[in-house]
């Protein structure tokens, strides 16, 4: 078997330290989008986690919204508490994170980050995310994704 890149190397030994054995699935031609992860895996859209980076107030958040979802800045501003949300920057996200935009996995962020999961994800048995690259991806059980991130469920979509 080849050997795992660092970052999502690092990435599996966090998750270990959660409780969770992550297999991670490498794709050289990219998950970066929800749309090219799907096609990757063989998955719904539906069942991709997008992990996208908001800034509240002084506070970067972290929203995973299923992969067909648009998030409603209203909702994620509202389970936040304050009066309204922006996307993070590339150099906020990395930041915040540790990771680079397009891998950033649900859990295991360089500083404590708030975290909201879009409660359609919790429809599936299995979703799918990133894990520190954009070729780098996992499986895990919603209520899994919820516990290790330390996340709130919320709806979190523009309808």
Same mark, same amino acid.
């Given at each position: 078997?080849?050997?795992?890149?660092? =970052?999502?190397?690092? *990435?599996?030994? =966090? $998750?270990?330290?959660?409780? %969770?054995?992550?297999e991670v699935r490498e794709f050289p031609e990219g998950t970066r989008t929800?749309?090219?992860?799907?096609? $990757?895996?063989?998955? !719904?859209v $539906?069942?991709?986690v997008k992990s996208l980076a908001f800034r509240a107030g002084d506070e970067i958040v972290m929203a995973l919204v299923s992969g067909v979802n648009r998030l409603d800045e209203t909702k994620l501003a509202?389970?936040?508490?304050?009066?309204f949300v922006g996307r993070a920057d590339a150099r906020a996200v990395r930041d915040a994170t540790g990771y680079a935009i397009g891998g950033v996995p649900p859990f295991g962020h360089a500083t404590s980050l708030d975290v909201y999961v879009d409660e359609d994800l919790?429809? *599936? !048995?299995?979703?799918?995310?990133a894990a520190? =690259?954009?070729?780098?991806?996992?499986?895990? $059980?919603?209520? !899994? %994704? /919820?516990?290790?991130?330390?996340?709130? /469920?919320?709806? %979190?979509a523009a309808r």
């Open positions: 078997m080849a050997t795992l890149h660092p =970052t999502a190397a690092a *990435f599996v030994a =966090t $998750a270990r330290e959660r409780g %969770l054995d992550v929800a749309e090219e992860a799907a096609r $990757a895996v063989g998955v !719904d $539906a069942q991709i509202a389970a936040c508490r304050v009066a919790m429809r *599936f !048995d299995v979703v799918w995310a520190g =690259t954009p070729h780098h991806v996992f499986a895990i $059980a919603p209520g !899994d %994704l /919820v516990r290790a991130s330390d996340g709130r /469920v919320a709806d %979190l």
